[in-house]
């Protein structure tokens, strides 16, 4: 199979690139669920933009950069909140149907932020954002969407065929290595093809399945993360992952169970932190209360359970008033009612969950990856916009603003990409370069009580000892057994036929691996990342993004 342009995942970077790029040649989106089901989709807060009379963009950039704990790179942060505006538009423009009031966006506003900016569609903004974005890509001629395909590997100079006992491409250093396309496993007819590309974005979403609580969906399984790392992309500030401090409080939970999330909308409207006992405890901890950056607030809710020994905090709704609760935060009144809990007389049992991933593939300020021909977006990369800690809502910017990056850098350097006479001599040349997937000497393998013990095995490690809270020892102990596991999976996947359960596996161990061998690499505490036995941040020796690369 071959393609101009190859996409995988189908959030609002794939989705919204997908669009731009049909204008200049044929795109292929490759996701392994169903179209709709994203990161994206379940986004409930909004996306961050300087909108209203009062604020402006320097604003916007200052409570970034303070959020992001002296790891946002300036640069990064002034380009992504400047072109947020015409960002925004162009989604309304497409169908996107944000609240509005009196002709005028309506804006909330979160955590860390010093005003109002936050544009949202009720609390279902991702929602919304994929219902039109996946109309205008299923109307759309030159896009096609492969679902249930999963992308198992990208395609390199190491995938390439040998001639006179060499690589056709001899790879002697990481800038030579490029990327080709993706080995893809067709999970219905359970075949495995390779897919040829001009060019590769990887839009994959976020890594939140590697711990037991998360409020992520099932397949947020960090695949992204652990192609781009075993292809030999440079990755930064792995150890640096978002939890929500608002999750709501489940008895039981299952190993692939998404959590469901309280937006930090409701925060930003009025909603206050409390005891089981009914007293606010935000003002111990911050000025802001609760409306503090992220971080701080899931600190404050993990200390105070764990001094107090209760397993949840409260969020109570009331002060915003029954009616504004049920007309902005419809979605969650109904959830919540669902559950046997009526926000608008009864406290919201919370817990922090796992939520989002601030470091990642690095890119620079086009979406390119450190390899030829592959870029990236969204929660997969470390763009330097989030820093040490993601501001709210400024993730679906970041998004929007370099999947529209990378469109006008392919766009300038088209005619080095697609030749004029639009010839598929160099695909064919290509295609029969890359190596055939080869699972001679495989066999099927029905071990899922394996596979599930493995998988529950590493979301508990991360989850007792990779959380919001760590220290040497826990990071160690982490260590040594996610070590243990990776090789013991990796042995597994070599001599077993491709299942979805497999690979899912072998992702979430890497990114595990990853998360914990930067987390040890930096002995202080910055934004996410709190070490008990390094309780200061330390800018003379650990002022800089934490790197990672296979090669």
């Known amino acids: 199979m071959i393609t101009d342009f190859l996409i995988v995942g189908s959030g609002i970077g794939g989705l919204s690139l997908a669009l731009k790029l049909s204008t200049l040649g044929k795109v292929l989106i490759v996701t392994k669920k169903q179209s709709a089901e994203s990161n994206t989709n379940y986004a409930q807060g909004g996306i961050a933009s300087v909108l209203a009379d009062d604020d402006n963009f320097e604003l916007h950039i200052e409570d970034t950069l303070s ?59 991702g929602k919304e954002i994929e219902r039109a974005l996946l109309h205008e890509t299923s109307v759309n001629k030159n896009i096609t969407v492969l679902e249930y395909h999963y992308a198992i590997d990208l395609l390199t100079n190491r995938n390439l065929k040998k001639k006179n006992g060499n690589y056709r491409h001899t790879l002697k250093n990481r800038k030579e ?87 930090e909308a409701v925060r930003g409207a009025g909603a206050v932190l409390k005891t089981k006992d009914g007293k606010e405890f935000m003002h111990k901890y911050d000025k802001r ?125 088209i005619s080095k990409i697609i030749p004029k006479n639009g010839k598929k001599e160099d695909f064919i040349k290509m295609q029969n370069a890359v190596l055939d997937w080869n699972d001679k000497g495989t066999i099927n393998a029905d071990e899922w009580v394996l596979i599930s013990h493995d998988k529950r095995e590493i979301k508990e490690i991360m989850n007792d000892y990779v959380g919001i809270v760590r220290n040497t020892v826990r990071l160690q102990r982490a260590f040594r057994r996610i070590k243990m596991l990776k090789e013991e999976i990796k042995e597994y996947y070599t001599r077993t036929k491709v299942t979805v359960e497999i690979l899912e596996l072998r992702n979430l161990v890497t990114v595990a691996y990853m998360i914990i061998k930067s987390a040890m690499k930096r002995k202080e505490s910055r934004g996410l990342h709190y070490m008990l036995d390094f309780p200061h941040r330390n800018d003379k020796q650990f002022k800089k993004d934490t790197r990672l690369v296979k090669f």
Request: net charge positive; aromatic share 8%.
């Open 289 to 413: 209360k609760s409306l503090a950056p992220r971080d701080i607030v899931a600190r404050a809710i993990d200390n105070e359970m764990k001094k107090r020994g209760d397993k949840f905090m409260y969020l109570d709704a009331r002060p915003i008033g029954t009616e504004n609760i049920k007309r902005n935060f419809p979605n969650i009144y109904k959830t919540c009612l669902s559950r046997g809990i009526d926000i608008t007389k009864d406290m919201i049992p919370v817990v922090p969950a796992a939520h989002y991933a601030c470091g990642g593939i690095k890119t620079d300020l086009d979406g390119r990856t450190s390899l030829k021909n592959l870029f990236a977006c969204g929660e997969v990369t470390m763009t330097g916009l989030h820093g040490a800690n993601r501001l709210a809502s400024n993730s679906l910017l970041e998004a929007v603003v370099f999947s529209d990056s990378i469109f006008k850098y392919i766009k300038k350097n």
């Open 177 to 263: 290595n490029a990327c080709y396309g993706i080995y893809a496993y067709d999970i219905r007819k359970k075949k495995i093809e390779k897919i040829i590309s001009r060019n590769t974005i990887l839009a994959t979403g976020g890594l939140g399945q590697v711990y037991l609580h998360t409020t992520n969906p099932a397949i947020a399984t960090g695949d992204g993360f652990a192609m781009g790392y075993r292809a030999g992309c440079l990755m930064e500030n792995m150890e640096f992952v978002q939890f929500h401090p608002t999750s709501l409080y489940e008895t039981e939970i299952d190993v692939d169970t998404q959590v469901f999330l309280i937006s």
């Open 67 to 125: 959020c992001g704990c002296g790891l946002s790179k300036r640069e990064s942060v002034e380009k992504i909140v400047r072109e947020g505006p015409t960002r925004i538009y162009e989604l309304a423009d497409i169908g996107v149907k944000f609240s509005e009031k009196n002709g005028r966006f309506l804006l909330g506003r979160e955590g860390g932020h010093s005003k109002n900016r936050i544009v949202h569609a009720k609390d279902l903004t």
